[in-house]
Every structure is written in structure tokens, then in C-alpha cells.
Nanobody, 125 residues
Framework: QVQLVESGGGLVQAGGSLRLSCAASGRAFSSIAMGWFRQAPGKEREFVASISSLGKMTYYADSMKGRFTISRDNAKNTMYLQMDSLKPEDTAVYYC??????????????????WGKGTLVTVSS
């Protein structure tokens, strides 16, 4: 089992930045791929980004490329999502996810093994 706890959500103006964190416990952190999904009001949950177990490979949804950066610190059992140039359409609950398989596979919701409870990000116009 893996427990995931997100933090760092909040209210920010359009064009601003936020950094989300996800603390993991319960399994060797450096052995699992990690990522983020989000769900906006009235919309399906969608893939945001993922990172391989050692941080060497990263994957992004097209709409997040160039604005969001995923990273991890295996010594701290923590993953991050730096979000810049935020837009009102980025408003969503952001979920930390983990996968015992590959980071590349995490673009598919069905590949996710573990979910956090989510943290709300609100971007005002």
C-alpha cells in the first residue's frame, strides 16, 4: 500500500504560480512512478503529468507543457508540481497518483494504482 497526501493548493490570480507537494509513505518511494491528475468542475478527471521512479523521465499533457513542471525528491519521499502562468481553466482538484508500473503508462487513468484525496486549486480571472 501507498499513502499519498497532497498539499499546496489554494487561490491564485491568473498568471500566477503555485507549487503542489505530495508526500508518500508505505512503500519504497524510489521504486514507484508518480504523477498528477486533475478534475475540474463538471469535467472528467484528466492526466496532468508523471515522473519515473528515479526522476529521469517526465511526461505531460499537451495543455500543460511549458507551464507545469513535475519533479521529485526521493530523499524526502515527496513529489512536486510547479504550476506557472496559471489560467482560470486550470481550476480543479489536483490528485497525486502512484503507479507500480511505468510513468508513461500513467496517462491512462486505468493504470493508476494509488490516489491521494486531492487538493483544490482555484485560479481567479
Amino acid at each position: 500500500q501507498v499513502q499519498l497526501v497532497e498539499s499546496g493548493g489554494g487561490l491564485v490570480q491568473a498568471g500566477g504560480s503555485l507549487r503542489l507537494s505530495c508526500a508518500a509513505s508505505g512503500r519504497a518511494f524510489s521504486s514507484i512512478a508518480m504523477g498528477w491528475f486533475r478534475q475540474a468542475p463538471g469535467k472528467e478527471r484528466e492526466f496532468v503529468a508523471s515522473i519515473s521512479s528515479l526522476g529521469k523521465m517526465t511526461y505531460y499533457a499537451d495543455s500543460m507543457k511549458g507551464r507545469f513542471t513535475i519533479s521529485r525528491d526521493n530523499a524526502k519521499n515527496t513529489m512536486y508540481l510547479q504550476m506557472d502562468s496559471l489560467k482560470p481553466e486550470d481550476t480543479a482538484v489536483y490528485y497525486c497518483v502512484a503507479n507500480t508500473g511505468t510513468a508513461q503508462a500513467m496517462a491512462q487513468r486505468s493504470a493508476i494504482d494509488y490516489w491521494g484525496k486531492g487538493t483544490l486549486v482555484t485560479v481567479s480571472s
